[in-house]
């Protein structure tokens, strides 16, 4: 049996895979299972943050797997300690969580927001706004809280508690916070990813902090897809000039490694108490030794500056190309509309020329490894214009 034969025979079917079998890579190429070479626009939905195999991110995880692989949470390693103090030091925030995932981030931001206003208020105060085509996660309560109808299906009840505003819509966040008394947080992503690569409008994103300062409320920034450099910015919330009181973390967090890390301010830090939340596999060292790596290099001089000029060198290539429309995003998380062509189809096409690119709903969608360099651009959208003529 093929790779592929053997997944569609034992793999349950839940997603929809490009005939690819992808071997090895290293830089920002794949390779696949018959040597054919792929330039990376995608790094595994913006988790491969240094490309595939960085040499000195390889080093580090090998070398913790030779020391110690797994500890528990029952007990203490040094490796997890300098990553959260590096994480907290570089982020501003007082303490972390660890989790594998996003959707696990997400799950423990859910449950400090509602513990802190239960501690403070008691019961009944544990509803969540969040954005109409915002995607939180897979688990059942991130789903509850992702704001995309199509996701409210099959897996009922869903959990309670969880209510959708529209996306800059001030007048209808106004309303909300002021009719319900649950509220204790609204929770939102800076740019919507998986909805279509849509920023956020600054004025919208004040009145959030203004409300929910003026009422108690947390604010949770699911920085999942736009943290750790992806935005040209260690945070994307830097670009915002706020302060989320709670802050989730994952895919390119450790490079590869799974990874899931809620950050907590000062004013929610000591919410979450012992026995109150936990994770076999939280904060392993293995992922905490990529973790570590890649703070290392994106916290290098000059890192996210580079990411920013590319992200000015992609747009700029792009705009050239007659067939798009227009290009949205911030830093490296782009999305580009196209005037008649549909991305899914691009995206078939442009595997088949040797390039990886994604997608999110009508959009093409760019998240290359942070370390791109201008070549690989240029490559790459060589292909791209070649294919949208
Ligand atoms: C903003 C956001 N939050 C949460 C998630 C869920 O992350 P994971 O698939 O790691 O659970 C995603 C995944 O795409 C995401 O983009």
Known sequence: MSTIEKFNEHV?????????????????????????????????????????CDDKWADAVCAQVRSIQHT??????????????????????????????????????IKLARKYSFDKYGKCRHTIVTLVNSFHGRTIATLS????????NYFFPFV?????????????LRKVISEDKTVCAVMFEFVQGEGGVNPLDKAFVEEIFKLCGENDILTIADEVQTGVGRTGTFLASEQYGVKPDITSLAKGIAGGVPMGACLASEKCADVLVKGTHGSTFGGNPIACAGANAVLDRVTEKGFLEDVMKKSEYFKKKLAE????????????M????????????????????????????EKLRFLPPLTITYEEIDKGMEILGELLK
């Not at 303490?95 to 959707?103: C, D, I, K, Q």
């Open 12 to 52: 349950m079917q839940t997603y929809g895979r490009l005939p690819i079998v992808l071997e090895k890579g290293k830089g920002r190429e794949a390779v696949d299972e018959n040597g054919k070479e792929y330039i990376d626009f995608g790094s595994g939905i913006g988790t491969n943050s240094l490309g595939y």
């Open 72 to 109: 528990s949470n029952y007990f203490y390693t040094k490796v997890q300690a300098d990553f959260a103090e590096r994480l907290c030091a570089v982020t501003g925030y007082k303490n972390v969580f660890f989790g594998n995932s996003g959707a696990e981030a997400n799950e423990c931001a």
């Open 145 to 152: 809280a992702t704001g995309q109808e199509v996701f409210h």
């Open 160 to 172: 309670e508690g969880f209510v959708n505003t529209p996306a800059n819509d001030i007048e209808a």
């Open 321 to 332: 190309i007659p067939e798009v429309e227009g290009v949205d995003g911030l830093g490296l």
């Open 334 to 361: 782009l999305g580009v509309r196209l005037k008649t062509k549909k991305a899914a189809d691009i995206l078939t096409a442009a595997a088949e020329k040797g390039l990886l690119i994604l997608t999110a709903k």
